[in-house]
């Protein structure tokens, strides 16, 4: 709950630091004045999609934004201080094993996509944004400007991402994602 609260500041911050209004930043998302409030006052935890919207208007990377949210740069990361979002609508878990800090550019995530679970995101929070994806456990089909790939454990998908991408599971699925 804390790191809600966290986050949700550092959403209207970034917001109130660029001048919008919730109908400009509404605009620029594609989310409703009255969504965008509940999260900025914390009162909801963003869904997956809302938050890569909002990623998406602000023009940074959602372990970006996240990231942000932290308070300092350490050079080792144990896995009991490390940053977990869960999409309250999905059950979707991201934890970020090494966040993008100065100075250095790469994010390396750890994600959890349960059985029957999908995510769609409209648009890259940034033009061009590599991808390295591996698939550590069950099956995940992922689709990136409308081609479609089948992944299994051990599995390997590089990609840039200009435009719109969607994972979904059959079966649940455990992946490492490397973005810089």
């Known amino acids: 709950m804390q790191n809600d609260l966290h986050l ?3 959403l209207a911050s970034m917001r109130a630091e660029r001048g919008w209004t919730l ?13 965008l409030s509940r999260i900025e006052n914390a009162e909801v935890s963003p869904t997956t999609q809302a938050l890569g919207q909002l990623c998406a208007a602000f023009g940074l990377s959602m372990s970006q934004v996240l990231a942000m949210v932290e308070h300092s740069f350490q050079p080792v990361i144990p896995p009991a201080q490390r940053a977990r979002w869960t999409d309250p609508q999905t059950g979707f878990t991201r934890t970020v094993v090494s966040n993008a800090a100065a100075p250095l550019r790469g994010e390396l995530l750890l994600c959890t996509l349960p059985a029957d679970a999908s995510l ?9 944004l590599e991808h390295h994806l591996l698939v550590n456990s069950g099956q995940l089909t992922v689709t990136v400007d409308g081609t479609q790939y089948a992944l299994r454990p051990g599995d390997c998908l590089r990609y840039q991402l200009w435009g719109q991408t969607r994972f979904h599971s059959p079966t649940g699925a455990e992946y490492l994602l490397f973005l810089t």
């Open 8 to 10: 949700a500041r550092h």
């Open 23 to 35: 109908a400009q930043l509404a605009a620029q998302s594609g989310l409703s004045r009255a969504t």
């Open 120 to 128: 769609s995101y409209d648009t890259p929070p940034r033009p061009g």
